[in-house]
C-alpha cells in the first residue's frame, strides 16, 4: 500500500507556543519546514496561559534585570535547575517579547505606553507582560499570524503559500524515524481519515507539551498524552526529571466536570487570598525556612505590599507553586477545607467589582458561566491540580539537541529549565527563548549534515502495524485502560507521595501495560477517538513509569516532588538528577547522574546565606574559595 | 441529583448520516460536552467531537445545539428541563468530515487571504509606545478564540455556499477591522474590506454578535464602525477628485 509522502528539512511535532516559534524560526532560516499537530492551527493547550510571559524588561520596575530573573528562577527551581537554560532564558525573554509586538501582538501598557508588567509567585519584581488573563491565546494568535505572514510571503515569492512552511493540522505522530543513530523522519495518520503520513526529514523538534493526561485532576486538555516524551524515549533519548510535576494550587474544585481546570494565579498576584473554612489566611503559618525574610509575617504588612512594594515584603499567597499547593492539600486535609473540598479564594472583597471584571476578565467569565459563581460577589473554591511537568527530554541547553542526533526539544517536553518546580510566568517566555533556539539548532544541524538520512522500509511497516493493531483487535475499551491508570497516578503518585504507594503503582502499570496490548478499538479509521485514545496509551504508561520510577529513587522532597516519608531537602540529592532510558520499549530504567557546577559569575550573583540552605558543606567550601 | 437524558445526536460520515437516538446519565454540574465523553466512553466509542480546553479557551467544541450554535463545553446541561430531547448536530455551514466534526478549512482559506500586520519601517522591537487606551479597542477583537461559530451563523453563507469565495465571514471582517485600528498598522484596509472581502455583503443582522462565546461585539465595535470608514472614504468628495485626477489607470 502506497504511503503518503512528503519531504522536509525541518519538522515540528506540536504547534503550541514551543512549537511555532521553533518553526517561525527554522523557516526563517530558509529550512523547509512542516509543523505537525493534534488539533486545529491555534488550539494548542498554550491559550489556556493566563497570566503572562516573564521578562525582565524593567518596565514597571527599572530595577529588575536578567541577573534577579535569573536568581528568581533558580530559587523557585530549588536550584537543581540546568543553569545554564536559566540564564539563556532570563537574558533572552525581553527581546522574545518584543519580537511579538512587532507581529502584531498587543500587549496591556503602562502610563508611558510600554508593555505593562504584573506581579507573580516567586518574581521578586513585577514581570510578567500580559493581555488581561489570556496572554496564551495572544501568543499563540500572534505566532499562528506570524506563520501566515510567512505563507504569504512565500506565495508572493513562489507562488505557493505553502512553499517553506506548511501546517499537518489534526495529525498524530506515532513513531520517529531512524537511519542508523540519526534522525530520519516521522510517522503519523490524518485524525480526518485514519490514513498514514511518513515526512521524510533529517532534524524533528519535539514540542508536544506535557502529560496531564495522566491525572485524574488535571489542567491539561486531552492532547497531554507526553507523545513527545515518549517519542524521544522509543527514539532512544534521555528524559530527565521526571520526578518533578507541578500541581498547580488553584484549580477549580466545582463543579465535577470541570475539576481542575485553571484558577489563573494572577487572582492572588492582584489581590486574591486564601482562606479555609474558619476564615484564615493560613498561608502566613505556611513560609518554609528558606523564604522566611521574603515574605510578609502579617496581613497589614502583605496588603500594604500591593501599592508600596519597596517597603513591604510580599504576602505568603504569592510563594511558588509548590508550597501553596501543599498548603492548601494539608488544610484540606486538616479538615479546614471549603464545602467541596477545596479552600477559598476571594477577591470580592479585596477590589471593587469593576476592576475585578477589567483585570481579570476570563476568570469572571469562566466562574460565571462553568460555575454559576460570580467572583465579584463570592469567593472560589480552589484546590491543587495536575499542571506542568518539569520534567522532560535531556537538551543542551544552547541547541535545544537531544542525545539523538537529529532530533531537539523545546517548552514542557524539555526538562532541566525549571529544575523542580517552574514559576508562573517562566513557561511562555520558556517557549520562546527555547522554540527559537531549538528551531536554529535544527536548521544548524540540516546545514551541517553530509547526506540526507534515508528511511528504511522495515521501519515504517513496524509503525504501520503497530498502529493498526488496536482496530484489529476485539479487546478491552481504552477508556477503562486510561482511568485505572489516571485513578492510579493520582492517587499513588500524587502531590504527596510514599514509597509504599509508589511501588504499588509501578505494580498496576506494570498490569496497565499487559492490558494496553490488548485494548481494541471499534469502528473505522475515520476521525475515531477511541482508536487515538489506544494509541495514546502506549505513551502515558511509559511516562508514568518514569514518573513513579524517578519519584520512588529520590529520597527527599524538593519542588514539585514531596516525599511524606523523606519530608526534607537534601543538599546531596541537589546535584543528582535521575535520567530515565528504555533499552527495549517497554520498561524503563533510571540512571544517577551528576549536575554540572554552576558557572562562577552566575553563582556568586548569590548571598552565601542563600546558598548555604541549599549547597552541600563540600559545595560551599569551593563557593568560599570562587568568593574570594 | 443524576438522572438518564434523552439525547439526538447527528452520526454520519461521508456525506451521509441521520439522527441517533441516546439515553445517558447526567449528573449535577455537567455540561453537553460532559455527556458527548459519556457517549464515548459507553456507547460510542468512535464518535466523533472536537475538544481541546474545556474551559471556554481553545474554541474547537463547536456545534450546534437544539440549532444554535454553542460550545459544547459552555453549554450546562442545567439549561434544560430533565425531559427535555437534546439535539446535537454539526456546524451547518460547513461541510461534515464525521459525526460532529466539520471540515472548517474554509476559515483558514480567509485567514490567509488578509494581509498580516504591517508595522512602520525603522520601528525596532523595543521601541513600540502605545496607550491602553488605544490598544483596547484592538483588543476586544484579538479575544476571539477562533469557534468559527460566527461564520456558521452568518446568513451570507451558510445557506449560500456561492457566497463563500467572495466573503471572509464575520471573524475575518473583523480580523481586518482589528488590523485597521491597530495603532502601529500602516496598511490600507478599508478598500480591501469593501473590494475583496465582501463587507458589502453583511446588512448587520448581529447573528455573530449573539453567538460569541467571548461576548465580542462583532457587529458595532468591528463591522459597523468598518463600514463607516469605508463609506467616509468612498463617498468623500475630495477623495472622489482626487482619485479622479491623481490615479491613473492600472
Redesign the interface.
Known amino acids: 500500500m502506497e504511503i503518503e509522502r512528503h519531504e522536509y528539512d525541518v519538522v515540528v511535532i506540536g504547534a503550541g507556543g514551543a512549537g511555532l516559534r521553533a518553526a517561525i524560526e527554522a523557516r526563517q532560516q530558509g529550512k523547509r519546514t512542516a509543523i505537525v499537530c493534534k488539533s486545529l492551527f491555534g488550539k494548542a493547550h498554550t491559550v489556556m496561559a493566563e497570566g503572562g510571559a516573564a521578562a525582565a524588561m524593567g518596565n514597571v520596575n527599572p530595577d529588575d534585570n536578567w541577573m534577579v530573573h535569573f536568581r528568581d528562577t533558580m530559587r523557585g527551581g530549588k536550584f537543581l535547575n540546568n543553569w545554564r537554560m536559566a540564564e539563556l532564558h532570563a537574558k533572552e525573554a525581553p527581546d522574545r517579547v518584543w519580537e511579538l509586538e512587532a507581529w502584531g501582538a498587543l500587549f496591556d501598557r503602562t502610563k508611558d505606553g510600554k508593555i505593562s508588567q504584573r506581579n507573580f509567585g516567586g518574581h521578586e519584581y513585577p514581570r510578567l507582560a500580559h493581555v488581561g488573563d489570556r496572554t496564551g491565546l495572544e501568543l499563540i494568535r500572534t505566532l499562528q499570524q506570524r506563520v501566515v505572514a510567512l505563507q504569504q510571503e512565500d506565495y508572493e515569492q513562489h507562488g505557493d503559500y505553502e512553499a517553506y512552511i506548511k501546517v499537518f493540522a489534526e495529525c498524530t505522530i506515532t513513531r520517529l524515524l531512524k537511519d542508523g543513530d540519526r534522525i530520519s523522519g516521522a510517522f503519523g495518520y490524518w485524525r480526518e481519515s485514519g490514513s498514514f503520513v511518513v515526512l521524510d526529514a533529517p532534524a524533528v523538534v519535539l514540542a508536544t507539551g506535557g502529560i496531564g493526561k495522566s491525572y485524574v485532576v488535571t489542567s491539561n486538555s486531552w492532547e497531554y498524552t507526553g507523545d513527545g516524551h515518549a517519542l524521544a524515549l522509543l527514539a532512544g533519548a534521555n528524559l530527565i526529571n521526571m520526578e518533578f510535576i507541578q500541581f498547580h494550587p488553584t484549580g477549580m474544585v466545582w463543579p465535577p466536570s470541570v475539576r481542575g481546570i485553571l484558577v489563573t494565579e494572577s487572582v492572588r498576584g492582584d489581590g486574591g487570598v486564601l482562606r479555609n473554612s474558619a476564615g484564615e489566611r493560613f498561608m502566613f503559618n505556611y513560609i518554609p525556612e528558606v523564604f522566611k525574610d521574603k515574605y510578609a509575617t502579617t496581613e497589614e504588612e502583605g496588603d500594604r505590599w500591593y501599592t508600596d512594594q519597596a517597603n513591604n515584603r510580599r504576602p505568603p499567597e504569592l510563594l511558588p507553586r509548590d508550597e501553596v499547593a501543599r498548603a492548601i492539600n494539608a488544610e484540606v486535609k486538616a479538615g479546614r477545607g471549603s464545602p467541596q473540598g477545596g479552600v477559598f479564594l476571594d477577591v470580592s472583597s479585596r477590589l471593587p467589582a469593576e476592576e475585578i471584571k477589567r483585570r481579570l476578565p476570563s476568570m469572571h467569565h469562566q466562574f460565571k458561566e462553568l460555575a454559576d459563581v460570580d467572583i465579584t460577589a463570592e469567593p472560589m473554591q480552589v484546590g491543587p491540580t495536575c499542571h506542568y511537568i518539569m520534567g522532560g527530554v535531556e537538551v543542551d541547553a544552547d541547541t535545544g539537541a537531544a542525545a539523538v542526533p537529529g532530533l531537539f526539544a523545546a517548552g514542557e517536553v524539555s526538562g532541566g529549565m525549571h529544575g523542580s518546580n517552574r514559576l508562573g510566568g517562566n513557561s511562555l517566555s520558556d517557549l520562546l527563548v527555547f522554540g527559537r533556539r531549538a528551531g536554529a539548532g535544527a536548521a544548524a544541524y540540516v546545514d551541517a549534515l553530509p547526506a540526507r538520512p534515508r528511511i528504511g522500509q522495515e521501519e515504517l511497516d513496524e509503525a504501520r502495524e503497530e498502529a493498526l493493531a488496536p482496530l484489529q483487535r476485539t479487546g478491552e475499551n481504552p477508556y477503562e485502560v486510561h482511568h485505572e491508570l489516571q485513578r492510579t497516578m493520582n492517587e499513588l503518585v500524587g502531590i504527596i507521595r510514599k514509597a509504599e504507594e509508589v511501588s504499588e503503582a509501578l505494580e498496576v502499570v506494570e498490569k496497565l501495560k499487559e492490558r494496553v496490548r490488548l485494548v481494541g478499538a471499534a469502528g473505522t479509521r475515520i476521525y475515531n477517538p477511541g482508536w487515538h485514545l489506544a494509541l495514546d496509551l502506549r505513551n502515558m504508561i511509559l511516562v508514568s513509569e518514569c514518573v513513579a520510577r524517578a519519584a520512588l529513587l529520590r529520597q527527599e522532597s524538593r519542588g514539585g516532588h514531596t516525599r511524606d516519608d523523606f519530608p526534607g531537602m537534601n543538599p546531596e540529592w541537589r546535584r543528582k538528577l535521575l535520567v530515565c532510558s528504555t533499552a527495549d520499549g517497554s520498561s524503563i530504567t533510571v540512571e544517577e547522574q551528576l549536575q554540572p557546577a554552576m558557572r562562577d559569575d552566575l553563582i556568586t550573583l548569590f548571598d552565601r546565606d542563600e546558598l548555604k540552605k541549599y549547597l552541600t558543606d563540600e559545595e560551599m567550601s569551593e563557593f568560599d574559595g570562587i568568593s574570594k | 441529583m443524576s438522572y438518564k437524558a434523552k439525547f439526538k445526536v447527528w452520526r454520519g460520515?461521508g456525506g451521509e448520516g441521520k439522527l441517533e437516538d441516546f439515553t445517558v446519565e447526567v449528573?449535577?454540574?455537567?455540561?453537553v460536552l460532559?455527556i458527548i465523553h459519556r457517549l464515548?466512553?459507553t456507547q460510542a466509542?468512535?464518535?466523533?467531537?472536537?475538544?481541546?480546553?474545556?474551559?471556554?479557551?481553545?474554541?474547537?467544541c463547536s456545534m450546534e445545539i437544539n440549532g444554535k450554535p454553542r460550545l459544547g463545553?459552555?453549554t450546562?446541561m442545567?439549561t434544560f428541563a430533565e425531559d427535555e430531547t437534546i439535539t446535537v448536530t454539526p456546524m451547518r455551514t460547513f461541510p461534515v468530515?464525521?459525526?460532529l466534526?466539520t471540515?472548517?478549512s474554509f476559515n483558514?482559506q480567509k485567514?490567509?487571504e488578509i494581509?498580516?500586520?504591517t508595522?512602520p519601517q525603522g520601528?525596532?522591537?523595543?521601541e513600540?509606545?502605545?496607550?491602553?487606551v488605544d490598544?483596547e479597542r484592538?483588543?476586544e477583537f484579538?479575544?476571539?478564540?477562533?469557534c468559527f461559530m460566527c461564520n456558521n451563523i452568518c446568513h451570507v453563507i451558510r445557506d449560500h455556499e456561492e457566497n463563500k469565495p467572495a466573503f471572509a465571514g464575520p471573524r475575518f471582517l473583523m480580523r481586518i477591522a482589528e488590523?485597521d485600528m491597530?495603532p502601529y498598522?500602516v496598511a490600507d484596509r478599508q478598500e480591501s474590506a469593501q473590494e475583496e472581502h465582501g463587507l458589502g455583503y453583511c446588512n448587520i443582522t448581529k447573528c455573530c454578535t449573539e453567538v460569541c462565546p467571548?461576548?465580542i461585539k462583532i457587529t458595532d465595535n468591528a463591522l459597523i464602525p468598518m463600514k463607516e470608514r469605508v463609506v467616509d472614504r468612498k463617498y468623500d468628495p475630495l477623495v472622489w477628485l482626487g482619485n479622479k485626477i491623481f490615479r491613473r489607470p492600472k
Open positions: 460520515e449528573n449535577e454540574g455537567e455540561v460532559d464515548q466512553a466509542p468512535d464518535l466523533a467531537v472536537r475538544w481541546n480546553c474545556k474551559a471556554g479557551k481553545c474554541g474547537s463545553c459552555m450546562r442545567s468530515i464525521k459525526d466534526v471540515d472548517v483558514y485567514a490567509r494581509p498580516s500586520f508595522p520601528v525596532r522591537p523595543g513600540y509606545r502605545m496607550q491602553q490598544v484592538s483588543q484579538r479575544k476571539c478564540i477562533e488590523l491597530h498598522d467571548e461576548h
